[in-house]
């Protein structure tokens, strides 16, 4: 697996969700990677965060940045964190390489107040042309050649809000940044499905 | 190795004439505890580490006397210039424990009101009394609060049990291989290493010395139990396997597996230096250890008490303190709010993992002391 760089300057999902956090929040981010958000969000917005991730390597990197990292599997849930610990759980890039969709997001709820979740759209416009002409999309928000990605879920914007809506999830806000991270704006949702490359979801759960 | 040692050390002894309550409820009247010292204490006093040992550990936890070159620190792969506990920058603390028989005050130095070795009536000490014990030593240092306390195994305990008992003592804690509190199991494994010692004809009931012999089979036993607790399986599987001494079955009790060879060479070894009072005095102060006892068991409520930043770490293969028996802690800190990092280091070494020099451990213990504050 190629590691993607993740500086905050190919990252404008963080800028999306900086903005939907307030001073002081605490914040869990799953599959932090080396922290890189986590530390944008300390230096930018003064919050508490903690990181999960499962590989050394990252272990070690976000060590280095000085941020709490906690070494675990995503997919064996979250049991080292209580409930409603945290203010904002985040789930940046990580979905898709999660084999237990609805059980993460139910974990995140628990854990959390909010989730927030980002994740590349299958069916941006150039993905799609991708397909149609016999090949598996490679992009700046799918970064992997189909041998060798972490990724095992695939479907796109509406598909998560139609699972949300089955699981009793409530989209308190969303973002949609096309393969440059700027802003894509369309009232129809179809279109937007279409010209969405990366979606950001803030969601809660009735309680 | 990336490093140096720290070369040539020395102990050091002290004295101390004040009375320390035990946690048992009774009272040692004076005591004298042994140490060395790596790195120097800066002029602010805020960069000194204490390392605490374990079971069978010591003082000496790194580089080698001038008059035995051989005898090298337990934990000497981690300490030296240039090494994750740098002596460059930290001034770092190994002291043996009340009870232990490296030259501390234990069963097998003098009993001053009876003239005689304590032997059995050296008092049960528990992980608090060794903090309380430390902290005097840091009184005498001239330490106010320890950037970092730190262990494996029991080592990790002592640590977790200064960050609930002097909260403004220690500013950070790195917990290794450790456990809240022994499991039914644990307990079960130390009873029959302690029933190995005290079933020993030359036990005497602790008052071997006066008998001029000592408990050696007993404790042996007690040792070669120990250490397969100490090793995973697949470690064993790797270096032992089924191999035979003699390349074929003999038919009777001599050594035949090599296993058995390495088991028995341990016990050996073991049983001609340490002290059996001592190895029962570790041993009941592992199935003491417990510090949510003070809250009801509330392991969350006990952490609520401490102010210290984290690092705790844990090895895949270990099952003595399995890597669950860790997140039981970070779950504790995290519910508190408190900073706590988690390594779960995958390493083949079972529980002896912590004294190992892998890059991967190492490198995570270098990368978090690096962010601490001095």
């Known amino acids: 697996m190629t590691p993607i760089m993740t500086t905050i300057q190919n990252r404008p999902d963080f800028d999306v969700i900086a903005g939907w956090i307030e001073p002081g929040h605490k914040v869990l981010d799953l599959g932090c990677g080396d922290g890189s958000l986590l530390k944008h969000l300390i230096d930018s917005r003064g919050v508490r965060g903690w990181g999960v991730e499962i590989d050394d390597a990252n272990i070690l990197a976000a060590i280095k940045n000085g941020i709490n990292i906690i070494q675990g599997n995503l997919e064996k849930g979250l049991e080292v964190f209580a409930d409603q610990a945290f203010d904002h759980v985040v789930l940046s890039r990580t979905l898709q390489t999660v084999r237990h969709t609805e059980g993460i997001l139910l974990e995140m709820l628990r854990v959390g107040r909010e989730a927030v979740v980002s994740f590349p759209n299958f069916a941006y416009w150039k993905n799609l042309r991708s397909v149609l002409d016999g090949r598996m999309p490679v992009s700046e928000d799918l970064p992997y050649q189909w041998y060798d990605s972490p990724n095992v879920r695939f479907f796109t914007l509406l598909d998560f809000e139609a699972l949300c809506q089955q699981m009793g999830l409530i989209i308190r806000e969303r973002s949609v940044l096309d393969e440059h991270g700027q802003t894509v704006d369309n009232d129809d949702e179809r279109d937007l499905n279409f010209l969405g490359s990366l979606a950001v979801y803030r969601l809660t759960q009735q309680r | ?374």
């Not at chain 2, 200064?162 to 509190?181: D, G, L, M, Q």
């Open chain 2, 1 to 374: 190795m990336p490093g140096q040692s720290v070369g040539v050390v020395h102990s050091q002894r002290a004295h101390f004439a004040q009375p320390l309550a035990l946690r048992s409820g009774g009272v040692l009247p004076a005591y004298d505890l042994v140490y060395e010292t790596y790195g120097a204490l800066n002029a602010a006093k805020s960069n000194a580490i204490l390392v605490c040992h374990a079971l069978s550990g010591h003082h000496h936890v790194a580089g080698h006397y001038a008059d035995q070159p051989g005898n090298i620190g337990w934990w000497d792969n981690l300490i030296g210039p240039g090494r994750p506990l740098d002596t460059d920058r930290y001034f770092i603390v190994g002291v043996n424990n009340l009870g232990g028989c490296h030259g501390s005050t234990g069963p097998s130095t003098l009993n001053p009101a009876s003239g005689k070795p304590w032997g059995a009536d050296f008092p049960l000490v528990a992980v608090v009394d060794w903090v309380h014990a430390q902290a005097r030593l840091a009184d005498l240092l001239g330490i106010d609060a320890w950037a970092v306390v730190m262990g494996g195994s029991l080592g990790g305990m002592q640590a977790l049990r200064w960050s609930v008992t002097y909260p403004e003592r220690i500013r950070n804690a790195i917990v290794i291989a450790a456990a809240p509190k022994l499991s039914a199991q644990n307990i079960a494994f130390n009873d029959v290493a302690r029933q190995a010692i005290l079933t020993d004809p030359d036990f005497h009931g602790g008052h071997y010395y006066e008998h001029h012999t000592r408990p050696t089979r007993g404790l042996r036993l007690a040792r070669m139990l120990g250490h397969i607790t100490y090793l995973s399986d697949d470690q064993m599987g790797e270096k032992f396997g089924r191999e035979l001494k003699n390349g074929s079955f003999t038919f009777d009790f001599d050594v035949e597996f090599e296993v058995e060879s390495y088991l028995r060479y341990q016990g050996d070894k073991f049983a001609g230096i340490f002290d059996a009072n001592t190895y029962l005095l570790m041993t009941k102060a592992l199935d003491y250890f417990d510090p949510a006892r003070m809250d009801d068991g509330d392991l969350t409520a006990t952490m609520a008490r401490s102010t210290a930043n984290f690092l705790i770490a844990s090895f895949t293969t270990d099952w003595r303190f399995t890597p669950a028996r860790s997140k039981e802690i970070v779950a504790a800190l995290l519910a508190n709010g408190r900073n706590v990092s988690y390594a779960e280091i995958d390493l083949n070494f079972g529980h002896d993992s912590f004294l190992m020099a892998d890059a991967h451990y190492h490198g995570v213990i270098d990368a978090w002391l690096r962010n601490i504050t001095l």
